[in-house]
């Protein structure tokens, strides 16, 4: 019996040489799997769109504490997802980094580099620059700090309005007064049945003209043809996306080749590698003893 | 007699407007020039390599706070800076920009981008980096500030060694200590006869295998042709660099398309254009009116 682990490559080495030293055993990759019968655990972020080749699998395992990207689960599988420190700090990074890029223009310079051009534009100051987070949870309010200390007008919006500290923060019914002050608007929404398509053509167009977004939510969030057709009237600026719809983005898709975006493979946050190993050799452990599963998702609940 | 203006299109478009609505005669572009004898004041970063084509020239005005990219002034010209608010908090931003973008693999997602690769690799944590500073003026404690608010395990190097609250000192005898923790490596020395060429095969030869340059500082101080090298070896991992040698990097040099590079082109930091042309306006006005120059610069001290 053995745990299917599907991931990029330096994942793969952590966790080969992990599983090793505790005996246990791991198929690297779904095309490595000679005997379906053989996986009782899939370690994965996304998972193949048909549980049911493998017809002895107990366990899924998210690799990141991320479930909404799973499936359903057949009768008798359970779900668990990875719970690791720093996740927060690490998507407030990807944030603050993103936020900056597309501030100091990142995007014009790197197709100019890409042109061989040496030429600069205006440097905006952070501190005439408004930045709004949707999502003002304890990753948005992290961010928002970091972004004020730089010097930005930070605003907020979330369902409640619940005042943040130094923050200026709009409820549900400031949806539109919130918008209307984005220069940079900033999505860390949970993926909910109200928030699926929020960035669309209605939203879009409150925002002042050549405003610019940072998606770190969730790919189904983004109407990712609204985007296009707001980049090309100038509504929005530029765009970074950590997360795309479809995810992960086909090869051929245009928003690879779109100067005024820039898309990062859904690494705003992931999991150390050793900690994660580590998590699913618990979970192995648990489930082989019969123990409560470490991370077990109560799929009622999705959480 | 008027203002001869050389910069990018923006700053052009607001010094137009200001110059117009006080009156004065502004040239933009060389190319604009008809008359040499009409041009009386030259307000540029980098000055054309003859300034005796302008024989009534009296005043050159660097349009940042710089003046070491200035040559030698011909007899009876006088050369003036230009200081605005901000730049040391813009510089910061780059800075802060620049190693998150190398911290979390920009180059790799990039290069990605451009092949329509979807690939994640592992995210660092932001307290696992060593990042040492080079130059700790005003912006390297503001950067470093700001880089150990972000969990960075923050070094810093200068002359004195001269202790800095929240960050690891090292002076002139402890250079090689620092450039052993340095998983990121920030140059922020100002451009004296002992920085120059500091960046060089030796220095990278003592930073860890794969670390990163982030060079914020002058291009005179950057070997290039060894940061290749170190590049090439896998010494260093990766780059950012505002400055170069030479400046501005002419269309076909390598370092363009390099992946593993990242260039913009001196920017950043600028001054703000509003505040630039009431600056150049203010020495016209006292240069005629026969009163010290704002931001005169004693050329014997060079600053």
Redesign the interface.
Known sequence: MALLLQ??P??VAVWARLFAGAGERLICGAEQVRDPAEVRYLACWTPPPDLSVYPNLEVVLSVGAGVDQMPQMPPGVRLCRTLAP?VE??V???V??AV??LY???PI??A????????????P???KGRVGIMGMGRIGQLAAQ?LA???FQVAGWSRSGRAVAGVQMFGAAGLGAFLERCDLLICLLPLTDETRGVLNAGLFARLPQGAHLVHAGRGAQLDMGALRAALDSGRLGSAMLDVTDP???????WA??DPRL?????????T??TEGAEHALAVIRAARAGAPLPGLVDTVRGY
């Open positions: 991931t990029f330096e994942r720093g700090e690490m407030r990074d990807w603050v980094m900056l890029m100091r223009r990142m310079y790197l100019q580099a890409r042109a061989g051009r040496w030429q600069a534009h205006e440097v100051l952070a501190r970091t200390g730089l010097g995810e992960p983005l086909p090869a051929d898709h690879w080749a820039i898309v990062t493979p859904h690494v705003a946050a992931s150390d590698s």
